[in-house]
């Protein structure tokens, strides 16, 4: 459920609804009586049967509306009572295929463990039974095709709302949660990535690494950093599309290759310190290592896709046996305060990154950017590819990896956004944080008119801030 530039209901009352119609046409001649039809007959017809109450199904219209209040009251509770998420029993998490959002038929719906079992009281449907994750390291284990990957998945997915039907209604995640992943190749700028990885052989600077060809490691180490940046408190993570060396490395690698030689810091070490110093909760799935087991504090079993928690067995287990190391020393939040600086050239804008406040990539005057865009400047081309990607002018932003992004429709949004990020709020004084903040205040005040002019699309739905950090991470102008 997404807020979407096709409609709109101002404070006013005012309910603005944009759509495209195609003019029908012989050749380079419009057909004016099929026109006609068209503005006339089935557009109005179209308006009464989707804007007036009237015309619709009443039950249904309060069931979408009493469902998005159950959903937000939960979210509430989740804040209150130290939750990370929900999961109701009876959802449906399998979809129906790789490519469909539907839920699948005939599978095995959710259950959850008696020890997680939590019961909420909601304004409208009354008491809701479910499994609540609580804050801290939660390890999600089992053997291949038992649901690891799936329950982790809907949780992704559930820092939106669904609607009625999805299978997934009341499974509800912390809003700001991020999926990390490796994503070799990928270009990063100005982020500091020594709590996870430094002292290079080559003598590069790691508190403020930069790179357009990143390894699998030094993207997810970035990911980190800039996910913190973001304001994210909750980490989801899957072993399988993670950097291996950057999760742990195991006692025997470690007794072959010295400490003194690995530059890597794994995720393993440095977990509890998120949690415990910065209050960054972790969800990991792991299939592999036993290791995470001595850093869990709630630790689950999919089991023919029912959950078991298993805690207290393990942590038994983990008595017997010699814990790795699981702490690094030194663990200190990042400095968070990368200023972009634009940089003119060839009538071109590129951004630089400082910090502190210093502006790098000041114009040829010696003047840092005011942030307003200059009157004879042309808007930037945009052009969209679906989900996973678009292009500003000539410069292409590859989102396949940010798993979360739900629509087409929010890559749109993420392109006008980042334009605007480029053209008007990158002023060598802002930093990332503020740029956003930046955006994000001008859509609550102004709407889509400030990022698209007089023609606003209906084909925009409104990204989280977390996919505008990942937008503009990944932006290589």
């Not at 109701?88 to 038929?105: F, I, Q, T, Y």
């Not at 003047?367 to 500003?392: M, V, W």
Request: charge should be neutral.
């Amino acid at each position: 459920m997404l807020e979407r530039s096709a409609c709109e209901i101002a404070g006013n009352g005012v309910v603005t609804a944009r759509f495209h119609v195609g003019f029908p046409a012989f050749g380079r001649t419009i057909n004016a009586g099929e026109l006609e039809k068209i503005l006339f007959d089935f557009l109005p017809r179209c308006i009464e049967g989707s804007l007036l109450y009237r015309r619709l199904d009443a039950e249904a219209v309060k069931n979408a509306v009493f469902l998005a209040e159950d959903q937000a009251a939960v979210r509430d509770i989740l804040r209150s009572e130290g939750l990370v998420a929900f999961v109701a029993n009876g959802s449906v998490l399998p979809r129906k295929s790789g490519v469909s959002d539907l839920p699948m038929e005939k599978c095995v719906p959710f259950v959850s463990p008696a020890s997680l079992e939590r019961t909420f009281l909601l304004p409208h449907r009354g008491q809701i039974t479910g499994m609540a994750i609580p804050r801290g390291i939660t390890l999600i284990v089992g053997g291949g095709y038992h649901g690891k990957s799936t329950l982790l998945e809907a949780l992704q997915m559930g820092v939106y709302d669904h609607i009625a039907g999805d299978g997934r209604e009341f499974v509800l995640c912390d809003d700001t949660a991020v999926k990390l992943r490796a994503e070799d190749g990928r270009s990063i700028r100005g982020v500091d990535i020594s709590l996870f990885i430094n002292d290079l052989p080559n003598h590069k600077d790691t508190g403020s690494f930069s790179t357009l060809d990143a390894s699998g490691s030094t993207s997810q180490a970035a990911g980190v950093i800039e996910s913190i940046e973001a304001g994210s408190a909750l980490f989801l993570v899957d072993e399988d599309t993670s950097a291996t060396n950057f999760m742990l490395r195991d006692e025997f690698m470690q007794q072959v290759v010295s400490r003194s030689k690995e530059p890597i810091t794994p995720f393993l070490e440095r977990a509890v310190d998120l949690y415990r110093e910065a209050g960054i909760s972790t969800i990991l799935v792991a299939g592999s290592s036993g290791a995470f087991f001595h850093i869990a504090d709630l630790i689950l079993q999919m089991d023919c896709y029912r959950p078991l928690d298993i805690t207290a067995q393990v942590k038994e287990l983990c008595k017997a046996r010699t814990a790795p190391r699981i702490q690094a020393p030194d663990f200190a939040l990042p400095d968070l305060t990368r200023i972009p600086s634009p940089a003119h050239g060839g009538g071109r804008e590129k951004c630089a990154y400082g910090r502190g406040g210093r502006a790098r990539g000041a114009d040829r005057g010696g003047r840092a950017g005011s942030g307003t865009a200059d009157p004879r400047h042309e808007h930037k081309k945009i052009k969209t590819f679906g989900k996973d990607s678009f292009s500003l002018d000539r410069e292409s932003v590859d989102l396949r990896y940010v798993e979360q992004l739900a629509d087409a429709e929010q890559t749109a949004a993420l392109a006008h956004l980042l334009r605007y990020a480029v053209e008007e709020a990158i002023d060598g004084k802002r930093s990332m944080r503020q740029i956003v903040d930046t955006i994000f205040a001008t859509l609550e005040k102004r709407g889509w008119d400030a990022f698209c002019g007089s023609f606003v699309p209906c084909g925009l739905a409104r990204p989280r801030r977390q996919e505008l950090f990942a937008c503009l991470n990944r932006y290589r102008g």
